[in-house]
């Protein structure tokens, strides 16, 4: 999966939850910067992140899926 569709998923999760990236970073364990570069897609999330993003947002299996794995679908809207 391309880092950046990920980065935006993460994004719209974090957007929809109300919580800023310095929160993010702090109950990742992570840097502001380092979490930056992931949901700008310079660098991609590990296992252990993706599994620390599931339980922060309570996501099922399926959600976590649709986030880190999905293929993007371009859908044609005429």
């Known amino acids: 999966m ?25 109950k990742m364990e992570l840097s502001v910067m380092d979490l930056k570069d992931k949901l700008e897609g310079k660098e991609e999330f590990y296992i252990d992140e993706m599994m620390k993003i599931k339980t922060i947002f309570q996501l099922n299996s399926s959600d976590c899926d649709e986030i880190f794995f999905q293929e993007e679908v371009e859908t044609d809207k005429n």
């Open 2 to 26: 391309e880092p950046e569709i990920v980065g935006k998923r993460v994004i719209k999760l974090m957007e929809k939850n109300e919580i800023e990236i310095e929160e993010l970073a702090d």
